[in-house]
């Protein structure tokens, strides 16, 4: 009885950690060679070539990591405290500076831009996941979800059901979304 509830306690934080990644794989790119990476609390990375075997990968943080998303070869995860880590391989990982202490929640990939976003309204640009730009997105609340689709980033606030719209990276734009509930991930079909 005592290996039956060992087998389910593991399964259960192994459930856990394969479904806190916020983004997952909303961006396809050509020279990946087949790697799944999820991301979780305390810093937690698993990486899996075939989805089935998972296995760890250190991240050198003990922040919670809360999105992660690939593009121009490299991986990008994002997390409390302003946390950015990048890997070319998944299994590798370097702390990046944000210059933010925001909790960063999500990253996606787009137009040869990452985008990333998070807390008090911040919204942070890179072309290579090294450096990172601070934009104005005008929002002071907790931004959740980002996407690239139709030429345009969206991005999602946590409260009030509010939506943010840019073209350029530079100029945001509020829409009208129609509901003040929160909205907490979006997501784009071509």
């Known amino acids: 009885m005592k290996n039956v509830l060992y087998i389910f306690l593991i399964l259960c934080f192994s459930l856990t950690i394969c479904t806190c990644s916020v983004n997952w794989g909303s961006n ?24 089935i075997t998972w296995i760890f990968s250190t991240s050198g943080t003990s922040s919670n990591l809360w999105g992660i998303n690939y593009g121009n070869s490299t991986f990008v995860t994002v997390g ?11 299994t590798s990982w370097d702390n990046r500076t944000s210059d933010v202490s925001s909790t960063l929640y999500g990253v996606t990939y787009g137009n040869s831009t990452f985008v990333t976003m998070g807390g008090s309204g911040t919204i942070l640009t890179s072309s ?3 450096s990172w730009t601070s934009r104005t997105s005008g929002a002071s609340d907790t931004l959740w979800g ?28 509020s829409r009208t979304s129609n509901t003040s509930n929160n909205l907490l991930e979006v997501t784009y079909k071509e």
């Open 28 to 51: 396809k790119d050509d020279t990946t060679s087949g790697l799944f990476v999820s991301v979780g609390n305390s810093g937690t990375i698993i990486i899996s070539s075939d989805g």
């Open 128 to 130: 290579d996941g090294t």
């Open 80 to 90: 409390d405290s302003g946390t950015i880590l990048t890997s070319s391989d998944g």
């Open 146 to 173: 980002v996407i690239y689709g139709k030429s345009a980033y969206v991005v999602v606030v946590g409260t009030l059901g509010t939506v943010l719209t840019s073209s350029d990276l530079t100029t945001w734009t």
